[in-house]
């Protein structure tokens, strides 16, 4: 893509972004502009568009990076694998080190181990297996056994002020709770290391949802003898983590927050902003094979083994839209919060905090 063709994408997005916003919420039935939840709601539909302008129109031009037919021939060997030949029994996690760390008055402990996660042969001969160091944020009182949150960031994530949006101090103060923060491969302080997660390839984005999902399993594995309770959450990006976590390992509970369908779909569903020269990126990430090659990493077909769930959607959800978490509360049962903001607002909401406060008190006190 030619840098002037580039500058006029981002110019043209970046002043649609208020446009957009205000066509979202006006056209939700409910729109008032004298009303100052109204108002609210387009600030944060404005934070759904800025931050979608930011992601996907300042990273590198999307490019063809797999053809169709190979990601058919990886699902072809993955498939009959299902769910659970896929994604192995972790290794028994052996901390390389822990680091007492602080983030402003907030004290925690940087974890760094060495995880292979036994990728299928078929992922392994592509180049996306072996052995990466994983990192995980903690913030724990003592040693006494206390119930413990693994919280799974989004997209975008992964540095300590994400014990900020986990309200990690105050989940600590008020409810006991210990919290553990995976950081998932290529994000936050992992982004200039390998294995790269996420991309345009649909074959790496499986092998790094595969790895993270080993990673946050070995985490609760090592976390299990520590704690009365474990409950795993994960927002955007981190929901499918969560979901496949809490199927395959025994939680005691289970929260979404703005939960997607698939990654492939939902970057497929934005790079548009291109124009036609990022079709073919479009068209293989939408393509059947890959979302057959998906069906391993499918938390919507999976039952977790969670007594306790919850779901949190946001109403003008402009990133990964309202209806995964319709589609999921369908499936799961459990507790439906709706959020009448956005996707990035329900970050700050004080009724997502709410429902989340109460959810895990009852976890806490079961």
Avoid at 156 to 166: E, N, R, T, V
Avoid at 220 to 229: F, G, K, M, N, V
Wanted: hydrophobic share 45%; glycine share 8%; charged share 20%.
């Amino acid at each position: 893509m030619r840098v002037a063709e580039r500058a006029y994408r981002i110019g043209r997005d970046f002043a649609g972004v208020v446009p957009r916003a205000h066509s979202a919420v006006a056209g939700s039935g409910d729109w008032n502009t004298l009303s100052p939840s109204s108002v609210r709601q387009l600030g944060e539909v404005v934070l759904d568009e800025l931050a979608l302008t930011g992601m996907t129109l300042t990273a590198p031009p999307p490019r063809l990076e797999r053809t169709v037919d190979s990601c058919a021939q990886v699902a072809a060997d993955l498939a009959p694998l299902g769910v659970a030949g896929v994604h192995v029994t972790p290794d028994v996690l052996q901390p390389k080190m822990i680091r007492q760390r602080w983030f402003g008055r907030l004290r925690y402990e940087q974890l760094r181990f060495e995880h292979d996660p036994h990728l299928p042969d078929a992922l392994v001969a592509e180049g996306f297996g072996g052995p990466a160091t994983a990192v995980a944020h903690l913030c724990r009182d003592d040693d006494e056994a206390r119930p413990w949150l693994v919280w799974v960031h989004g997209a975008g994530q992964g540095q300590p002020i994400d014990l900020m949006f986990s309200r990690a101090r105050r989940l600590q103060e008020r409810l006991g709770f210990n919290i553990a923060l995976p950081v998932q491969p290529g994000c936050g302080v992992r982004r200039d290391r390998w294995p790269t997660y996420p991309n345009m390839d649909p074959l790496n984005n499986l092998a790094g949802m595969v790895r993270v999902v080993s990673e946050v399993r070995a985490l609760i594995r090592w976390l299990r003898p520590q704690a009365s309770a474990v409950a795993v959450s994960g927002v955007s990006m981190g929901s499918p983590v969560a979901g496949l976590v809490a199927h395959l390992e025994d939680v005691d509970a289970v929260a979404v927050y703005t939960p997607i369908f698939g990654l492939n779909a939902m970057i497929a569903a934005h790079l548009g902003r291109w124009g036609p020269s990022v079709r073919d990126t479009i068209e293989l990430l939408r393509a059947e094979p890959v979302e057959q090659l998906m069906s391993v990493v499918d938390y919507h077909a999976l039952e977790p083994s969670a007594p306790r769930r919850l779901i949190v959607g946001a109403r003008h959800d402009q990133m990964a839209r309202p209806e995964p978490a319709e589609q999921l509360h369908e499936r799961w049962g459990g507790e439906l919060y709706w959020h009448r903001g956005s996707h990035v607002g329900h970050l700050f909401a004080g009724g997502v905090q709410a429902a989340s406060e109460r959810f895990l008190a009852a976890v806490a006190h079961a």
